[in-house]
């Protein structure tokens, strides 16, 4: 998988997890052991500008894509209000795993795109995901990436953590184009940045979204510990930082 995703070399590489069949290494190794606490504040960001929006939302369900969603830990905490503490609870073995512990907080359709097979399959079983698309976003090619351009169009709210910097700018473009495209309705967005990997990426992946999108508001927090060969490619650094963004379509 790693030949097809594009990252700062210098920042630590999961692909045996993410091939895994569940998410209980996912929690075991990244979660556990790097303290990956960054959704609690995922929660808290989409709680305070987002959950109102689709708690309130009467015409239908709420269209929820996340993207590059994994096993979907970023989809238990927003949709579902589970914390990092109630996320690994819910993944300490392969039994507890295939249960989630909590409903939708609303009414919604979650749609998920990853380049994981194993995990879209995953999150569909266990009703994570309605719809599991598996894609290369770098792909713009392929019948995947229009599927995945085509659902992201029709979203009320778009997740996206801690993931755009495996992504090619063109892709992001093309995707965030699409979010922004139908401004007939209301629509969030939650993205990350992650600090210190591709900084200068990541300058230009904010000016793609404010091309395309209002921006409401931003936090930073901490995300993870860094691993060992992340401490030693980023000497005196433990802890890697995100900054969240909230942003909106822009109405017609």
Not at 49 to 67: C, E, M, R, T, Y
Not at 125 to 149: H, M, P, Q, W
Not at 183 to 192: E, M, R, T
Not at 207 to 227: E, G, N, Q, W
């Given at each position: 998988?790693?030949?097809?995703?594009?990252?700062?070399?210098k920042k630590q590489h999961f692909d045996d997890i993410y091939v895994k069949e569940n998410p209980v290494a996912y929690k075991t190794e990244i979660l556990d052991k790097l303290e990956y606490i960054s959704d609690n504040f995922n929660k808290e960001m989409f709680d305070a500008h987002i959950l109102p929006f689709a708690q309130s939302k009467k015409?239908?369900?709420?269209?929820?894509?996340?993207?590059?969603?994994?096993?979907?830990?970023?989809?238990?905490?927003?949709?579902?209000?589970?914390?990092?503490?109630?996320?690994?609870?819910?993944?300490?073995?392969?039994?507890?795993?295939?249960?989630?512990?909590?409903?939708?907080?609303?009414?919604?359709?979650?749609?998920?795109?990853?380049?994981?097979?194993?995990?879209?399959?995953?999150?569909?079983?266990?009703?994570?995901?309605?719809?599991?698309?598996?894609?290369?976003?770098?792909?713009?090619?392929?019948?995947?990436?229009?599927?995945?351009?085509?659902?992201?169009?029709?979203?009320?709210?778009?997740?996206?953590?801690?993931?755009?910097?495996?992504?090619?700018?063109?892709?992001?473009?093309?995707?965030?184009?699409?979010?922004?495209?139908?401004?007939?309705?209301?629509?969030?967005?939650?993205?990350?940045?992650?600090?210190?990997?591709?900084?200068?990426?990541?300058?230009?992946?904010?000016?793609?979204?404010?091309?395309?999108?209002?921006?409401?508001?931003?936090?930073?927090?901490?995300?993870?510990?860094?691993?060992?060969?992340?401490?030693?490619?980023?000497?005196?650094?433990?802890?890697?930082?995100?900054?969240?963004?909230?942003?909106?379509?822009?109405?017609?």
């Amino acid at each position: 998988m790693s030949k097809d995703i594009k990252t700062d070399e210098k920042k630590q590489h999961f692909d045996d997890i993410y091939v895994k069949e569940n998410p209980v290494a996912y929690k075991t190794e990244i979660l556990d052991k790097l303290e990956y606490i960054s959704d609690n504040f995922n929660k808290e960001m989409f709680d305070a500008h987002i959950l109102p929006f689709a708690q309130s939302k009467k015409d239908g369900v709420v269209n929820v894509l996340d993207l590059c969603a994994c096993f979907g830990n970023t989809t238990m905490a927003t949709v579902r209000g589970m914390t990092y503490d109630d996320i690994r609870n819910n993944w300490k073995d392969e039994a507890e795993c295939m249960t989630i512990q909590r409903p939708p907080r609303f009414d919604c359709h979650v749609t998920a795109v990853d380049i994981s097979a194993p995990a879209m399959a995953y999150g569909e079983k266990v009703g994570l995901y309605d719809e599991g698309i598996v894609c290369n976003l770098n792909e713009r090619e392929s019948a995947d990436f229009r599927k995945t351009v085509a659902a992201m169009k029709e979203a009320d709210v778009l997740i996206c953590t801690a993931a755009l910097v495996y992504l090619d700018l063109d892709s992001v473009d093309a995707l965030v184009e699409s979010f922004a495209s139908n401004s007939s309705k209301d629509g969030y967005v939650l993205v990350n940045f992650l600090n210190p990997f591709a900084l200068e990426k990541a300058d230009q992946t904010k000016r793609i979204l404010l091309k395309h999108l209002d921006f409401c508001a931003s936090r930073a927090t901490r995300h993870r510990r860094m691993s060992p060969l992340e401490q030693q490619n980023y000497p005196g650094e433990e802890w890697s930082l995100l900054e969240l963004w909230v942003l909106k379509r822009r109405r017609s």
